[in-house]
Structure formats: C-alpha cells, structure tokens
C-alpha cells in the first residue's frame, strides 16, 4: 500500500501563489507518474497536472497551463505543485495521485492507483 500525504493549500487573494506538496511513502511504485486533480463543490474530479517519472514529461490541463507547474524530487520521493497567478475559479481540493502502472494516460482518474486526502485550495476574489 502506497500512502500520499499533501500539504500545502490555504486561502490565499486573486493574483497570489501557493506550493502544494505530495509526499509518497516509497518509490518503488512511481515508474510511471504522479498528477494532481482537483475537485469543486458540485463538480466531478478534473485533471490539473502530471509529471512522467521516467521520462520527466509534464502535462498541463489548459485552464492552467502557464500558471501551474509541477515537478518532483525523486529523492525525497515527493511532487510539487507551484501554483501562481491564481484565479477564484482554482478554489477546489487538490488531490494527488500516482500510477502504479502505465495505464496510456495520464489525465483520467482511473488511470491511478493511489489518491491523497486532499489539500482546500481557496481563492478569494
């Protein structure tokens, strides 16, 4: 069993920035990749973002390509989540997920095999 643990959100104004973090328990699993989703109240899951761990390739939803970007330390095993120029409409919980194979994508939620708890993301107008 792989453990995910963010940490990171808040509130934060329009036009700020916030690092969510994603710490996994162990390696072993992350060959293929790790991303991030969020969720708003009423909404269904969505992609935000996602790292290849072989390759290093990112991958960007389009309402935050630019804004976002994510990245991972494969020696403390953990993804980041740099988020900046934030909109009221990224307010949602973030989640991050990992892959503990590849699946053929990485933007769908069942393309993952372990989620966090989630981290509230909450940005006010």
């Known amino acids: 069993q792989v453990q995910l643990v963010e940490s990171g959100g808040g509130l934060v104004q329009a036009g700020g920035s916030l690092r969510l973090s994603c710490a996994a328990s162990r390696r072993t699993f992350s060959r293929y990749g790790m991303g991030w989703f969020r969720q708003a109240p009423g909404k269904e899951r969505e992609f935000v973002a996602a790292?290849?761990?072989?390759?290093?390739?990112?991958y960007y939803s389009d309402s935050v390509k630019v804004r976002f970007t994510i990245s991972g330390d494969n020696a403390k095993n953990t993804v980041y989540l740099q988020m900046n120029s934030l909109k009221p409409e990224d307010t949602a919980v973030y989640y991050c997920a990992a892959q503990s194979e590849y699946r053929g994508s990485y933007y769908y939620p069942n393309s993952y095999d372990y989620w966090g708890q989630g981290t509230q993301v909450t940005v006010s107008s």
């Open positions: 790292v290849s761990w072989s390759g290093g390739r990112t």
